[in-house]
């Protein structure tokens, strides 16, 4: 029945490792997004797919990589992890915005990664 | 221009008491507002949303009030409960697929 769901749902990892995690969602959307939320609460967009096409790309290092497969996947590989990647990283989707209309995003449980 | 401010960064309440919390923007392409509510642990889940053709939308004890003039909208708690104790973002977006999120407020209601 889970919606939107991410795995691992923790991470430790020390300095300079490579790592990935994995979303998927069973609600038939079209858009998935993965989000960065810091220590202080603030949400941020990283990336965004819609049909398996990279829609938006904020100003991330190139270090990260998302990956989407089909349409219910989106994988984020993190490549040489540091100590600020330390965060929690929500995976999310939505059906297309459609002008007028707006659109709900369901976010999964998230993915604590803690960077030694 | 693309930020939304939201205050105040925390809020405590008493139970029966009423929420108020607040959020600004300056982006006037901004066209759908919506409030997301965080409980620890978890991630963000809806709470209520509003377009500007509105001036205020109501679900249950949550109200959302928007001034298109003023360029700000509120999230209004009535009755508070210990149960809404949970963090609240407010976020705006524009049909570009992306949400700009408020810093979020941490709302806690003594019992």
């Known amino acids: 029945d889970t919606a939107v769901s991410q795995t691992p749902k923790y991470l430790v990892t020390q300095m300079g490792n490579d790592k990935s995690i994995k979303c998927e969602q069973n609600?038939?959307?079209?858009?998935m997004y993965w989000y960065k939320q810091d220590s202080k609460k603030f949400l941020k967009i990283m990336f965004s797919?819609?049909?398996?096409?990279?829609?938006i790309n904020e100003t991330v290092p190139n270090r990260f990589s998302p990956k989407s497969p089909d349409k219910a996947h989106l994988n984020l590989h993190i490549n040489s992890l540091e100590l600020g990647d330390s965060a929690v990283y929500f995976c999310?989707?939505?059906?297309?915005?459609?002008?007028?209309?707006?659109?709900?995003?369901?976010f999964g449980p998230g993915t604590r990664l803690l960077v030694l | 221009q693309q930020q939304v401010k939201q205050s105040p960064q925390s809020l405590i309440v008493q139970k029966g008491g009423i929420s108020i919390i607040n959020c600004a923007y300056e982006?006037?392409?901004?066209?759908?507002f919506p409030w997301y509510q965080q409980f620890p642990g978890k991630g963000p889940a809806l709470l209520i949303a509003?377009?500007?053709?509105?001036s205020e939308k109501k679900e249950g004890r949550f109200t959302i009030s928007f001034n298109k003039s003023a360029k700000q909208f509120s999230l209004h708690i009535m009755d508070s409960q210990p149960g809404d104790s949970a963090t609240y973002f407010c976020?705006?977006?524009?049909?570009?697929?992306?949400?700009?999120f408020g810093t979020g407020t941490r709302l806690k209601v003594l019992a």
């Open positions: 999310a989707s939505s059906q297309e915005y459609i002008a007028g209309g707006g659109e709900t995003q369901y």
């Open positions: 609600l038939g959307h079209d858009t």
């Open positions: 797919y819609n049909n398996k096409e990279l829609i």
């Open positions: 982006n006037t392409a901004f066209d759908y």
């Open positions: 509003i377009r500007p053709d509105v």
């Open positions: 976020a705006a977006g524009d049909g570009t697929y992306k949400y700009i």
